[in-house]
């Protein structure tokens, strides 16, 4: 089973943020990656007008993957090119 989660590190323990279904004394395998400030993740990518008018999008979860499916290829590459074009 491979579960990614997110824990916080105190007085020597790592406690997850959320329940695991894990034996007691159960051996797992740990790997550990800072967690990005918030909103650092997208600094650069957005100008503070997109931002604004994100804001009041309201779009549906189907919304998104409908236009998800339309890109051939990787979203990486396609979101490069759209940036490329500005």
Do not use: H, N
Request: hydrophobic share 35%; net charge negative.
């Amino acid at each position: 089973m491979e579960k990614r989660l997110q824990a916080v590190y105190k007085d020597g323990v790592l406690e997850p943020l959320e329940p695991v279904s894990l034996e007691e004394r159960q051996r797992v395998t740990v790997t550990i990656t800072d967690a990005a400030p918030l909103g650092q993740d997208v600094k650069g990518y957005f100008t503070r007008e997109e931002w604004s008018k994100a804001e009041c999008d309201d779009i549906s979860l189907e919304q998104v993957r409908q236009a998800l499916s339309t890109i051939s290829g990787s979203l990486s590459e396609a979101v490069i090119a759209l940036r490329e074009e500005r």
